[in-house]
């Protein structure tokens, strides 16, 4: 199974995406809070929305507990648009069209599906701290009670 090659304690590597309103987001503007930075494949399909719709029913939780979640595609900005009004998400999504961050982060991988070999973005979430560390990384991501679990870890962590 393909996993990122970022640790806990590793630097998170910065970055400046835009997000679903074309407005630029960067790690810097998180100082001081917790960042759930998760990689998903693509907009719109079935464990993606789901893994967004779950993120999402739990935001106000994890802003209780210090932190934001960010998702990553390599989807466009209009696309982050319709896929946020047809699931009624809450949380943000960052368009990485150029897989600068989605390299950055090493989750851009040889998968193997149903025999064939294609590169992808691997389902992958980080957690960072208020310092801009790493705290968790979580690879391969099965989606069904991900949010739960990463919230916990949170709560952990603080």
């Not at 304690?9 to 679903?20: H, M, R, S, Y």
């Not at 999402?56 to 209009?78: M, P, R, T």
């Not at 950055?104 to 960072?128: P, S």
Request: charged share 25%; hydrophobic share 35%; aromatic share 8%.
């Amino acid at each position: 199974m393909p996993v990122s090659s970022l640790q806990p304690g590793d630097k998170a590597p910065d970055f400046c995406l835009p997000n679903q309103n074309s407005e630029n987001v960067c790690l810097k503007d998180f100082k001081g809070k917790y960042v759930v930075l998760y990689f998903y494949p693509k907009d719109n399909t079935a464990g993606c929305k789901q893994e967004a719709v779950d993120f999402s029913a739990l935001k106000n939780e994890f802003e209780k507990n210090g932190a934001v979640i960010l998702g990553v595609s390599k989807d466009s900005v209009s696309s982050h648009q319709k896929f946020i009004e047809k699931a009624e998400l809450t949380i943000t999504l960052l368009a990485d069209p150029e897989l600068e961050v989605i390299k950055a982060y090493d989750v851009w991988q040889l998968k193997k599906f149903m025999g064939n070999e294609n590169m992808g973005t691997v389902r992958t979430t980080f957690l960072i701290d208020t310092d801009g560390k790493i705290g968790k990384v979580w690879n391969n991501v099965r989606v069904k009670g991900h949010a739960e679990i990463v919230l916990d870890e949170l709560k952990n962590l603080k």
